[in-house]
């Protein structure tokens, strides 16, 4: 079973940078694709953005592109989120995800969520 961990969030101000991170347990993190949701109150969870198990395939929504960067380090079991530039529109819990198959298969059928990291972008 796979485990997924979520840390990095914060309050900032508009403009401002941010890290999220993702740690992998109870299986190897090269064998599973992962992925970004968020969650904006009120609002259905999101698609942000996707990474293949060796990290050479990268899906983004169009609102993200250009200022998030997805990646992931297999050595350390872990997936990031860069995300820059942030806007109040950027606000919501993000939940980091993954699946066995291949990444373009997240956005539609996720098969592990982390409990989500909230994130909070003051204008």
């Known amino acids: 079973q796979v485990q997924l961990e979520e840390s990095g969030g914060g309050l900032v101000q508009a403009g401002d940078s941010l890290r999220l991170s993702c740690a992998v347990s109870g299986r190897t993190s090269s064998s599973i694709s992962m992925g970004w949701f968020r969650q904006a109150p009120g609002k259905e969870r999101e698609f942000v953005a996707t990474i293949s198990r060796q990290g050479n395939v990268r899906n983004y929504a169009d609102s993200v592109k250009g200022r998030f960067t997805i990646s992931r380090d297999n050595a350390k079991n872990t997936m990031y989120l860069e995300m820059t530039t942030l806007k109040p529109e950027d606000t919501a819990v993000y939940y980091c995800?993954?699946?066995?198959?291949?990444?373009?298969?997240?956005?539609?059928?996720?098969?592990?969520w982390g409990q989500g990291t909230q994130v909070t972008v003051s204008s």
């Open positions: 995800v993954a699946g066995d198959r291949n990444s373009g298969a997240l956005i539609s059928d996720v098969g592990y």
